[in-house]
């Protein structure tokens, strides 16, 4: 019986495939699909996120890509939360 694809993070592969093999993951930002310079990664999907798409969260300072995270738009302004924290943040 056939299964769908598994999605497993990338720093799964970095960690079991030999260096060589490694470098032949993707290293583009998993929000707007370029490369991103900067080895960042989603503290919550573990996906590469660009600078430029890169989030920090207002409440533990975490690194999250656009989908990890939502914005609070309460009466202090705008503040980036990660789902770890926006769970608490009621």
């Known amino acids: ?10 720093s799964v592969f970095s960690e079991v495939l030999p260096p060589a093999a490694a470098t ?6 998993s929000s707007c699909v370029r490369t991103a310079d900067v080895k960042e ?5 573990d996906q590469f996120v660009c600078q430029n798409c890169s989030k920090l969260c ?5 690194v999250t ?19 770890g924290c926006s769970i608490f943040q009621v």
Do not use: F, H
């Open 65 to 83: 890509c656009s989908l990890c995270s939502t914005i609070d738009y309460g009466d202090v302004g705008e503040q980036v939360l990660c789902n």
């Open 41 to 45: 990664a989603c503290t919550q999907c």
């Open 58 to 62: 207002s409440c533990c300072n975490t």
């Open 24 to 29: 032949l993951i993707s290293k583009a930002c």
């Open 1 to 10: 019986r056939a299964v769908g694809p598994v999605l497993v993070p990338a």
